[in-house]
């Protein structure tokens, strides 16, 4: 069966990724984050939220995912979540470090923990 | 007025007329970013360069710039000996666009037109220019170069353009 799957957008870096072709043929909808709140997110299996999406208007739609979710839907959320939207969800800071495989024994410190996901098929 | 890459380009879009007539009046617009939406004057659509080594990321100054004065060229290739930063592509300048800076190959991603408007506007294909805020690396005089360079290009507009 066909997922029907949105994912919001609003930069120039989710735009131009979005509508790439590997990516774009999967998208059945993109979501112009200022058009959040009044698209109704039950007509999607999932909703992608790309990272650095802006975190206030995620903040002011929470009740709508939960509202989704609470529905059986799907939410896929990347990025950091400094100011909590997703239902049970706690962001814990750690510092940046993008040049970790510059140093001796490289670890990125990230660790598969469920290594039998589809995922990670 | 500095727009970040971040901002809202549809937002920015529907209120281009603005934008001009800001320009119009003999003003300065820094936009650091990849541009996809029309409302920047003289703007073209952000085009990603095919990447095959790190090398491909290498930044060359062919015209100096006051923003990038005491700016070594390396230093905006590597931060942390990590490349790509400061730019992955560019947007093809409008005509009579002067060209600051480029890529290994060519690809040109700062420059600066005072054709389309009679404003000044500078642009630059990648991270804000306004997050070089090292002290400790040659970019850090970045910040406060834009921020005398647009004091000053403003006053050389506002005095009708002569320098």
Known sequence: MTRR?????????????????KYRSHITDQVYILDLSSTDLRQFDAVLVPCRTHFKKLAAASDQFAAYLENGGTVVSLGEQVQSW?????????????????????????RQALPDHSLFE | ?????????????????????????????????????????GGSTFVAV?????????????????VFEG????????RRRVAGFFARGYHPPPPGAQIFMTLASGEPIVYQDTISTSGTILVHAGTDLLSYVSPETSPGKIV????????????????????
């Open chain 2, 71 to 78: 700016v070594e060229a390396a230093d905006l290739t590597f």
């Open chain 1, 86 to 110: 997703l239902p049970g969800v706690q962001w814990e800071f750690r510092p940046t470090n993008y040049w970790w495989w510059t140093e001796p024994n490289p670890d990125s410190g990230i």
């Open chain 2, 50 to 66: 095919d990447i095959d080594t790190y090398l491909d990321y290498s930044v060359r100054i062919v015209a100096a710039h006051p």
């Open chain 1, 5 to 21: 799957i949105a994912s919001l957008r609003g930069s120039a870096q989710q735009h131009r990724a979005l509508n790439e072709p």
């Open chain 2, 1 to 41: 007025m500095i727009i970040s890459g971040h901002s809202d380009q549809e937002f920015l879009a529907s209120h281009a007329s603005r934008i001009r007539e800001f320009l119009t009046a003999g003003k300065v617009i820094q936009f650091s970013g990849q541009l996809f939406r029309r409302w920047l004057p």
């Open chain 2, 144 to 163: 406060p170069n834009l921020l005398e360079w647009i004091r000053d290009e403003h006053e050389r507009l506002q005095r009708g353009g002569d320098s």
